[in-house]
C-alpha cells in the first residue's frame, strides 16, 4: 500500500497501514523479539530517575550517538534484519536514515509519555520512520504546548505492519505519546528510523 497523508495542520505525517504482509510482520516481530539485546534503562523525570516503563535497544552507525531524555546512547552496530528493514524502510520513504531506535511495549502497561523528538542532533525538520510490529497500541497526536496549532488531539491505531513517517515541523508543532491500555494485549515491538548528527 502507499503512503498517505495524514491531514493535520503544521506537521507531515503520512501513513501506510500495511507497509508489511502479516506474515512478514509476524516473522520481523518473532525474530527481533528474540535477537535484539533490550535493555531495561533509567530516564530522568523531572530531576529523578525512574525506569523507563518499556524496553529499548539502539543500533546505528558508529558515531551516529544521540542524547535522548537524559540518556547518552550508544549504538549497536546494525544487524542483518535491521540493514534488510532500514533498506526497506528507505525505498518506500525516499529518506536515508542512520539509526533506529527500537522499543518493546511488553504489555498493555507499557507506554511512551508525551513528547517530541526534537533533540538537535536530529536537526530542525527531521523525518522519522516508525515501523509497527505485534499488537496494534494507540498512537496519539496533540499540538505543542504554545508552539502548536489550534486542533483536536488525535488518535490513530498503528497496527503490525504499518508505517508511520513524521517529517517537517511535526516535531516542532505537536507531541505524540503511546498510552498505556487497560485492554489485554500483547507484546509490540516499534523501531523508529532515525538520521543524527551534523545538522
Ligand atoms: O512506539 C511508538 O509508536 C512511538 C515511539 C516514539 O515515539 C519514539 O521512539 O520516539
Ligand atoms: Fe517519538
Redesign the pocket.
Known amino acids: 500500500m502507499p503512503l498517505t497523508p495524514v491531514p493535520l495542520p503544521a506537521a507531515d505525517v503520512l501513513l501506510d497501514p500495511a507497509f508489511l504482509s502479516a506474515a512478514e510482520a509476524e516473522s520481523w516481530l518473532q525474530e527481533l523479539t528474540s535477537t535484539i539485546a533490550w535493555r531495561h534503562e533509567p530516564i530522568k523525570l523531572f530531576g529523578r530517575e525512574v525506569m523507563q516503563p518499556r524496553l529499548t535497544a539502539w543500533h546505528g552507525d558508529a558515531g551516529a550517538a544521540y542524547r535522548y531524555s537524559g540518556l547518552l546512547l550508544e549504538p549497536q552496530p546494525w544487524t542483518p534484519a535491521l540493514q534488510a528493514l532500514r533498506q526497506q524502510v528507505e525505498e518506500s520513504t525516499g529518506a536515508s536514515f542512520n539509526s533506529v ?1 527500537l ?1 518493546l ?1 511488553r504489555s498493555g502497561q507499557d507506554s ?1 509519555g508525551w ?1 517530541a ?1 526534537d533533540e538537535p542532533e536530529l536537526g530542525p525538520e527531521p523525518i522519522i520512520a ?1 515501523v ?1 510490529l505485534g499488537s496494534a ?1 494507540r ?1 496519539r497526536l496533540r499540538p505543542r504546548p504554545a508552539a502548536g496549532p489550534a486542533h483536536p488531539p488525535l488518535t490513530l491505531e ?1 497496527a503490525a505492519g504499518s508505517l508511520l513517517v513524521m517529517g517537517g515541523t511535526t516535531q516542532r508543532c505537536w507531541q ?1 505519546a ?1 498510552p498505556k491500555t487497560a485492554q489485554a494485549v500483547g507484546p509490540r515491538l ?1 523501531l ?1 528510523f532515525r538520521r543524527v548528527g551534523n545538522h
Do not use: A, E, G, P
Request: glycine share 0%; hydrophobic share 35%; charged share 15%.
Open positions: 531506535l522499543n511495549y511512551m513528547h523528538d516508525s509497527s497500541r498512537f498503528l505524540h503511546v516499534n523508529t
